[in-house]
């Protein structure tokens, strides 16, 4: 297993300290979040994303873009990418996902790095994905260099939380403690950014009513309740105003 430590010149701007100071505080505690319980509402954006990876990652060059634990990224091993990297900017996360790593014998490369402003070589990867990291960062910087990391025809595959649902808003307005002070949701300046960058960009949206019904049902993969919600939800989403309901997106995005 290859592993790479951060250098002592990683730029790190306040937001990326704050950001690192929040998530090393949070792999550091004990207990998960009580917003945990309300993700089963997006079962099938997960689902989604996952057989995406999976069509697309063998023998492929792929990057896990904020991989945390690496959770994602040790799942991936089993599509048989030619190389795999995973990058992070808490240092308490990467060293948990090394030691995770070592024990299943993973051959996983984890760096400690700025997401914003990385390391890593232009024009190196093949995929490059993740799971509710891009709303942490400066869009801006994080896409470009995204679009950096990638070759030619790379893809880009995240999901991401939206910030257009009152309802959703008011609860985070209600739960601070339960986020880090620089999140910003994706809104509409943020995908139109992404189309500027990128040759091709689509979007699709998911957890309107799989959200807001989710007390009616418990293990989404096997609920009728929930199966016939998500299929709502999409027949819902070809209006375009209905989208600023959702609660994420999953965006995948191509390299001219």
């Given at each position: 297993m290859?592993?790479r430590k951060?250098s002592d010149?990683?730029?790190?701007?306040?937001?990326?300290?704050r950001?690192?100071?929040?998530?090393?505080?949070?792999?550091?505690?004990?207990?998960?979040?009580?917003?945990?319980?309300?993700?089963?509402?997006?079962f099938?954006l997960?689902?989604?994303?996952?057989i995406?990876l999976?069509?697309?990652?063998?023998?492929?060059?792929?990057?896990d873009y904020g991989?945390?634990?690496g959770?994602?990224t040790?799942?991936m091993t089993d599509?048989?990418?030619s190389?795999i990297i995973?990058?992070d900017?808490?240092?308490i996360?990467?060293n948990?996902?090394i030691?995770?790593a070592?024990?299943?014998?993973l051959?996983?490369?984890y760096?400690v790095d700025?997401?914003?402003n990385?390391?890593?070589?232009s024009?190196t990867f093949?995929?490059?994905?993740?799971?509710?990291?891009?709303?942490?960062?400066n869009?801006k910087n994080?896409?470009?260099e995204?679009?950096r990391?990638?070759?030619?025809?790379?893809i880009?595959?995240?999901?991401?939380?939206?910030g257009?649902?009152?309802?959703?808003?008011?609860?985070?307005?209600l739960?601070p403690?339960?986020?880090s002070v620089?999140?910003?949701?994706f809104v509409?300046?943020?995908f139109?950014?992404?189309k500027?960058?990128?040759?091709e960009v689509?979007?699709?949206f998911?957890?309107?009513?799989?959200?807001?019904?989710s007390?009616?049902?418990?293990?989404?993969?096997?609920?009728?309740?929930?199966?016939f919600?998500?299929?709502i939800?999409q027949l819902?989403?070809?209006?375009?105003?209905?989208?600023?309901?959702?609660?994420?997106v999953?965006?995948i995005?191509?390299k001219?």
């Amino acid at each position: 297993m290859k592993i790479r430590k951060k250098s002592d010149s990683m730029k790190l701007t306040d937001t990326n300290i704050r950001e690192k100071d929040f998530h090393n505080k949070l792999q550091s505690g004990a207990g998960g979040r009580l917003e945990n319980i309300f993700y089963k509402a997006l079962f099938n954006l997960k689902k989604d994303f996952f057989i995406y990876l999976k069509k697309n990652t063998k023998n492929k060059v792929v990057l896990d873009y904020g991989c945390g634990v690496g959770v994602v990224t040790e799942k991936m091993t089993d599509q048989k990418p030619s190389r795999i990297i995973g990058i992070d900017i808490s240092d308490i996360s990467i060293n948990k996902a090394i030691q995770s790593a070592k024990k299943l014998n993973l051959d996983i490369e984890y760096i400690v790095d700025n997401c914003e402003n990385s390391k890593l070589d232009s024009n190196t990867f093949d995929i490059i994905y993740g799971s509710g990291i891009l709303h942490h960062l400066n869009i801006k910087n994080s896409v470009q260099e995204i679009n950096r990391l990638l070759k030619k025809d790379g893809i880009m595959i995240f999901i991401e939380p939206l910030g257009t649902n009152p309802i959703i808003n008011l609860y985070r307005k209600l739960t601070p403690g339960s986020r880090s002070v620089d999140e910003h949701p994706f809104v509409s300046k943020d995908f139109n950014l992404l189309k500027k960058i990128y040759g091709e960009v689509n979007i699709k949206f998911y957890g309107f009513l799989t959200l807001f019904f989710s007390p009616f049902y418990s293990n989404p993969e096997k609920s009728k309740i929930f199966n016939f919600l998500s299929k709502i939800d999409q027949l819902i989403f070809k209006l375009k105003f209905f989208r600023n309901f959702a609660w994420s997106v999953l965006i995948i995005c191509k390299k001219n």
